[in-house]
């Protein structure tokens, strides 16, 4: 059985959260971390200032890392950002000061190794070594809305543990199929299956996330023994189908129990209520009212494209980050529709919000 706990948090208040946290960790029997590594990932996706609800908010790792200090573990802190290093999206979201108070270690995940898994996909991963040789994998996701995967939790938080080039040579490998994709995530989970797993929705993202929407007081936290699990229920709690989340449509049609109502315990879900319902990505025109055929259709066919708007700066970002190399740079910014495969990382790793995406007929 897994178990979602889940709390009414209006503000990033540090007592309402460590309360939140060690209630969790009681309930894990984790009182006793001396000497024990904890790797701590947030979602550092890029550097950016809180108020914008791109990253982990601060103040949800400081109680983080306080909490398990007080058990006497040694912590370290990591993630491989899309783009910007780790250290600039620390100093951007001043951690800097209290990760030295705190003797945390600061890993880029560049040092990494070659790891053989039973994946659905991939028979091989990169992983970090720091993440393989850390007792406990803290998993700190943030609530947010995602033009890929529909929304980015928990699972979809662990690909940040794929370092650099490595997540361009797995978008070639998935190209425009949306499921492939999703299934390399599930082998990511399935490879590290970490045992914390904290979902950041006190301030989460609408619309057209993961970098470019509007930050929204989704007003909670959750916290799980799955991640997995934990995603599941939070579709639950936002109204979403799993079917409408590519990487949750591949773990229900594969039959995995994680994605099982039945098999999830939840904590506090009754006191969870989202209205009005999220806003959409772009990507999606989805309107669960109608027939899933109905709802197909019109994404399998009517597909969503970037397309740079007069907001383009011509900073080049978008085409170091192509996968594909669809994006030239002359005295305007263009995007190769032939060539582009959708995977709207130029989107979501633009600081100014140029990229917008158009519909049309496939």
């Known amino acids: 059985m897994h178990h979602v706990f889940l709390k009414r948090i209006e503000k990033y208040e540090k007592k309402l959260i460590t309360d939140f946290l060690s209630h969790f960790i009681s309930f894990q029997g984790l009182e006793n971390l001396r000497g024990e590594k904890v790797l701590i990932k947030p979602n550092f996706l890029k ?112 690909y940040g543990c794929i370092y650099g080039l490595k997540k361009v040579s797995y978008h070639l490998t998935a190209g425009r199929k949306y499921e492939v994709f999703a299934t390399l995530l599930l082998d990511i989970y399935n490879a590290l299956k970490p045992k914390i797993n904290i979902l950041d929705g006190i301030i989460g993202m609408e619309g057209n996330g993961p970098s470019s929407g509007e930050p929204r007081n989704f007003g909670f936290m959750a916290i799980g023994t799955d991640a997995l699990s934990l995603d599941t229920i939070l579709c639950k709690i936002l109204n979403v189908p799993i079917e409408q989340v590519p990487y949750l449509k591949v773990a229900n049609s594969l039959g995995l129990e994680e994605v099982n109502l039945d098999n999830i315990k939840t904590i506090g879900i009754k006191d969870i209520e989202i209205k009005p319902m999220i806003k959409f990505p772009p990507n999606y025109s989805t309107n669960f009212t109608l027939p899933s055929f109905i709802n197909d259709f019109i994404n399998n066919f009517f597909l969503s494209y970037p397309e740079v708007s007069n907001l383009c700066r011509s900073c080049g970002v978008c085409k170091k980050h192509c996968p594909v190399g669809a994006i030239t740079i002359g005295k305007k910014t263009k995007i190769n529709k032939k060539v582009c495969i959708r995977c709207f990382c130029c989107q979501e790793l633009c600081d100014f919000n140029a990229i917008k995406l158009k519909r049309r007929l496939f």
């Open 47 to 158: 550097p950016s200032v809180p108020e914008r609800a791109i990253i982990t908010h601060p103040e949800v790792i400081k109680s983080t890392i306080v909490l398990f200090k007080e058990l006497g573990a040694k912590i370290i802190i990591g993630d491989s950002p899309g783009f910007g290093s780790i250290y600039k999206v620390i100093e951007k979201a001043e951690l800097s000061d209290f990760l030295k108070r705190y003797e945390v270690r600061v890993s880029d995940f560049s040092n990494t190794k070659s790891v053989k898994i039973k994946g659905y996909l991939f028979k091989e991963l990169d992983i970090p070594i720091d993440v393989l040789e850390s007792d406990y994998l803290c998993n700190i996701a943030k609530l947010k809305t995602h033009q890929m995967m529909f929304l980015t939790m928990a699972v979809k938080n662990l």
